[in-house]
């Protein structure tokens, strides 16, 4: 695993999954439409991930399928970083 | 654009897909009152059922009181049927100001402002009192009411994992650079029933500065021991800087709610919350209701002790009987039965049997957390609860589902 999936996974693990549940999360694992994650809560990994990589990710390119998957997210996060 | 057959087409599909999902919603005609005892049509077209019912928010038992519904019939006649106006034009009676006079005593806040609802409260009381150099944090369980209203709100948002205290802390601690900090939450959280960690919440609001909202809609009236909400349960009653509420649960079920608290908030709301500025304000007759039941339950308890008794009678039988109920101490009980099929099939049969109960299924709830959401009435004798219980018990004999707990319900039914 990269390091920026581990990041990523790290933080979802942390800031999502409540304490006594027991669910393993993999970088393939859906996280919005799985019920993981809302999109009310969103908005703390996309701010976590603009202060930890110093870009911004516009609100048009923030949608719940970009944001499904720790594997979509590192994906969205390559593409920001490069340009 | 014309409302061609192309449109019309998808949205046909639409809703057609909802269906499939489970996930349609239909309405069930009630031809009678309020009360424990309805009669029910449902489904439509079907001669009306007389149930006992186990869904209303009629925690009191006052939607249809005859003192309530008395001084309703003397305040349409002598303040009118409707005002025909919003409340800062020539909509504000003399009996709007007497209600809100009563509510913020019997809350313990400075100031209170009607709404037409309390949907209407939370989703304008954030952005009149919150700008951009703010952070609004929210448990991750609140109403949908608070979710729309903070959207609507320039306020930075997050979150707090459910009841996380140390999670709460963290976020209290990362946003110190705000001007302000407000933690936002339910009183009791309308889905599982538990309440709120408040003294706690006040506590970490103290130490971080931080301000105290909470929608006390599932509390008011009969949460602590004279009712007065999740506040005096949790021992922090006069501490909170905004309660919203709503008339429309146990305070008369009619409609309304409020934005309660410290007296300037409640003044920028009067200025600036859309929903107050733009609607129509709340009918004399409901205000004339509502400050009759202020009156029967700031004078006397016995109306919320009985729906702590038979909250507790009603856990007590299920509890025996082997269901798996979620812990609390509110008067909603949800009986856990993790498949939403399960749950849909369990209130279907439940409603044959003369009990009205609905499931509840994602996305209302997480997925694999599919329930029966029972909800107590001071209205309910234990009569009630008594065939109540026994229908219950038959139907989860049908399912076999008495005395098995999570992992084995979802053995057999699947999540």
Not at chain 2, 54 to 82: I, T
Not at chain 2, 110 to 134: I, K, R
Not at chain 2, 334 to 361: H, S, T, W
Request: hydrophobic share 40%.
């Amino acid at each position: 695993m990269d390091e920026i999936t581990k990041v990523v996974l790290d933080y979802v693990v942390k800031e999502y999954i409540e304490d006594g549940d027991d669910r393993e999360i993999t970088p393939d694992t859906p996280l919005i439409s799985g019920g993981i994650v809302d999109s009310f809560s969103m908005v703390s990994l996309k701010r976590f991930l603009e202060k930890k990589y110093q870009i911004q990710i516009p609100d048009a390119d923030a949608t719940p399928e970009a944001f499904d998957s720790v594997k979509s997210i590192v994906a969205l996060l390559a593409r920001f970083k490069k340009n | 654009m014309a409302y061609v057959d192309s449109v019309r087409t998808i949205y046909q599909t639409e809703l057609k897909g909802l269906k499939e999902a489970g996930l349609f919603k239909e309405e069930r005609y009630i031809h009678s009152p309020q009360a424990a005892d309805i009669e029910v049509e449902f489904p439509a077209g079907s001669s009306a059922r007389r149930v006992i019912n186990m869904c209303a928010n009629n925690y009191l038992g006052l939607s249809s009181h005859p003192e309530v519904v008395k001084a309703a019939h003397a305040g349409l006649d002598v303040r009118g049927y409707g005002m025909s106006s919003v409340r800062f034009i020539c909509g504000t009676q003399d009996i709007h100001r007497q209600l809100e006079n009563k509510l913020t005593e019997f809350l313990g806040t400075e100031d209170t402002l009607l709404f037409p609802s309390c949907m209407d409260a939370n989703a304008g009381v954030f952005e009149a009192v919150l700008s951009e150099q703010d952070v609004m944090i929210a448990d991750r369980l609140v109403h949908a009411s608070i979710v729309d209203g903070m959207r609507l709100c320039k306020a930075m948002q997050d979150t707090f994992k459910h009841s996380d205290m140390s999670h709460l802390e963290e976020k209290l601690q990362e946003h110190q650079d705000k001007r302000f900090r407000i933690v936002i939450t339910d009183g009791v959280f309308s889905m599982d029933g538990d309440i709120a960690k408040l003294d706690q919440i006040v506590a970490l609001a103290d130490r971080y500065n931080a301000m105290v909202f909470v929608d006390d809609s599932h509390a008011s009236g009969f949460i602590g021991k004279t009712g007065r909400g999740t506040h005096e349960h949790c021992g922090v009653f006069g501490k909170m800087d905004i309660i919203t509420t709503t008339l429309g649960k146990a305070l008369g079920g009619a409609s309304g709610g409020c934005v309660s608290g410290r007296r300037e908030l409640v003044e920028m709301c009067r200025q600036r919350a859309r929903p107050y500025l733009f609607s129509n304000t709340v009918a004399p007759v409901i205000v004339a209701g509502a400050i009759k039941v202020l009156d029967l339950i700031s004078h006397s308890t016995e109306r919320r002790d009985k729906l702590e008794w038979n909250t507790v009678y009603w856990r007590k039988r299920l509890t025996e009987a082997g269901f798996d109920l979620k812990e609390g101490e509110s008067p909603i009980v949800p009986v856990m039965l993790y498949n939403a099929k399960l749950a849909q099939d369990v209130a279907r049969d439940l409603f044959y049997e003369g009990i009205y109960a609905v499931g509840f299924f994602f996305p209302v709830v997480p997925k694999g957390q599919a329930r029966i959401r029972t909800q107590l009435s001071a209205a309910h004798e234990k009569e009630h609860l008594d065939r109540a219980a026994d229908a219950f018990i038959k139907i989860g004999k049908k399912y076999d589902i008495l005395g098995k707990g999570k992992k084995e319900i979802i053995e057999k039914y699947g999540m």
